[in-house]
């Protein structure tokens, strides 16, 4: 049991006392359900892969530290040094993000990875948390003052981040920074006719993915139409779903994770729902409520711009990611390849949401006279 005194003005003790307690409990009540989700639909997918059956789990416990470590670290920074990590870090990534097109893995069709060692890097993870939190800083700045082309600069960077993930291609990951960089935009005091044009630019975009890119079209035709192609994986997740009821089948007695290809990143959600039941579908629906919901609580409680853009930002995005992973595998939207937060498989995944909610923590942490 943690315990720090009121007067302990150590680095600990002031991080525990100024730290959102409950947001931090969500935060590991989620990773914890990722390690036992991963323990249970991983083991499938390598035997297709014949690999060893603890294969995906043993490298995703092997992050998990890492991660842990990441998140506590960076919630113990001040707003001004997690804008200064923001900003090196968004460099970094934007950089290696880039040199995709040119070193990057193919896999399924997409650049998307750098390759270091045993390890295979997304950068563009990466990208998502530290662009919301220069963005921030620059429509900040703007607002500060007006002769300093902040928002100028944060539309330049958008069209440089968006440019390099539609040509990788990744659409489901431009259309989340798309709206997080429009909803802080429209924090930020964006004119109501900038509103309506960049609607129109995003609904102009989407119409023009879907006519333009087969992999989009056949996606949207599917959800619309799930005889018009292959809905295989969207089927078997329903039918887990089905399977589970109430209080599903028990750990490990799932049987659809041995057919879903992709049962322990995109389709996560639907071995919960098999194995664990309705019930436990909704805990977890209810953990990242907390986070989205205590995250907009101490956002509006804010008086320094750049930390209500940046919590607004990071808040979004997480429960964005969230929703588009859960309505894909139930298909209340066309299936998109994204993973459910800190539950999915994947290390750059895991990574990038252990330093995005590090930023998060430290970011909400109550700081006597609005210090920064």
């Not at 290696?96 to 997304?122: C, D, N, P, Y």
């Not at 805990?283 to 509006?300: E, H, K, P, S, W």
């Not at 320094?304 to 607004?312: D, P, Q, R």
């Amino acid at each position: 049991m943690i315990s720090f005194s009121r007067v302990d003005t150590s680095i600990m003790g002031r991080w525990w006392w100024t730290v959102d307690r409950w947001l931090l409990a969500s935060l590991l009540l989620i990773v914890g359900v990722g390690a036992i989700l991963t323990l249970a639909a991983s083991p499938p997918v390598a035997a297709r892969l014949h690999l060893d059956t603890y294969h995906f789990a043993l490298r995703q416990f092997a992050y998990l530290p890492l991660a842990l470590a990441v998140m506590l670290g960076v919630s113990m920074l001040t707003p001004i040094q997690v804008r200064r990590l923001a900003t090196l870090g968004f460099g970094v990534f934007i950089l290696l993000t880039a040199s995709t097109h040119f070193l990057g893995a193919e896999i399924k069709g997409a650049a998307r990875w750098v390759s270091l060692g045993s390890f295979t890097l997304q950068p563009s993870e990466f990208v998502k948390p530290t662009f919301a939190v220069v963005a921030a800083w620059m429509f900040a700045e703007w607002r500060k003052d007006g002769n300093f082309p902040g928002h100028f600069i944060a539309i330049g960077l958008f069209g440089l981040v968006a440019g390099l993930l539609v040509t990788q291609p990744d659409f489901g990951m431009t259309a989340v920074i798309s709206a997080v960089w429009g909803i802080q935009f429209f924090l930020a005091g964006l004119p109501v006719f900038f509103v309506v044009l960049v609607a129109f630019l995003f609904m102009t975009g989407s119409m023009v993915a879907y006519m333009t890119v087969d992999h989009v079209k056949s996606r949207v035709d599917r959800f619309l139409d799930p005889t018009s192609g292959d809905s295989y994986q969207i089927s078997r997740s329903l039918e887990a779903f089905q399977n589970g009821g109430f209080l599903g089948t028990g750990p490990g007695e799932g049987q659809i994770k041995h057919v879903l290809p992709d049962a322990h990143t995109d389709f996560i959600f639907a071995v919960a729902g098999e194995e664990f039941g309705m019930i436990a579908c909704l805990l977890i629906i209810g953990l990242f409520a907390t986070v989205v919901l205590r995250g907009f609580a101490r956002m509006f409680r804010e008086d320094n711009l750049f930390v209500l853009l940046a919590v607004g930002g990071l808040v979004t995005q997480f429960g964005l990611q969230a929703v588009i992973n859960m309505a894909s595998t139930t298909h209340l939207m066309p299936t998109k390849g994204m993973t459910l937060p800190f539950i999915s498989y994947g290390g750059s995944s895991l990574l990038s949401l252990a330093l995005g909610m590090g930023m998060l923590l430290s970011l909400t942490r109550r700081r006597p006279g609005g210090d920064l």
